[in-house]
């Protein structure tokens, strides 16, 4: 599986981006994605989830309201919309998929993830 994500650059606080995450190779009839950040000196940090076949989506708290999460079936790619950014949003933003999904698995933890994508850089100035 190949991840492609884009979209990220540099944005005055308040804007908004969309990122997008292209998936081509294998496929598996029941996966989840997710998007995940990084900061300089941080740790991965989850972003938001969707399960491919029900579109039902999980976000973390710090990004309610402001982020969206979605996907387009036909084209295999997901999506990050992102609204009303801060300086705190400054990161390196990864999609990732989960094969075999089941609702045992806690969706916010990188190790649950089976392929990652290179990163997408988005800077957000104050």
């Known amino acids: 599986v190949q991840l492609q994500a884009s979209g990220g650059g540099l944005v005055q606080a308040g804007g908004s981006l969309r990122l997008s995450c292209a998936a081509s190779?294998?496929?598996?009839?029941?996966?989840?994605m997710g998007w995940f950040r990084q900061a300089p000196g941080k740790e991965r940090e989850f972003v938001a989830a969707?399960?491919?076949?029900?579109?039902?989506?999980y976000s973390a708290d710090s990004v309610k309201g402001r982020f969206t999460i979605s996907r387009d079936n036909a084209k295999n790619t997901m999506y990050l919309q992102m609204n009303s950014l801060n300086p705190e949003d400054t990161a390196v933003y990864y999609c990732?998929?989960?094969?075999?999904?089941?609702?045992?698995?806690?969706?916010?933890?990188?190790?649950?993830?089976?392929?990652w994508g290179q990163g997408t850089q988005v800077t957000v100035s104050s």
């Open positions: 190779g294998r496929t598996f009839t029941n996966y989840a």
């Open positions: 969707i399960r491919w076949s029900t579109g039902n989506t």
């Open positions: 990732a998929v989960k094969r075999y999904y089941s609702s045992s698995v806690d969706l916010s933890g990188p190790a649950a993830y089976d392929y």
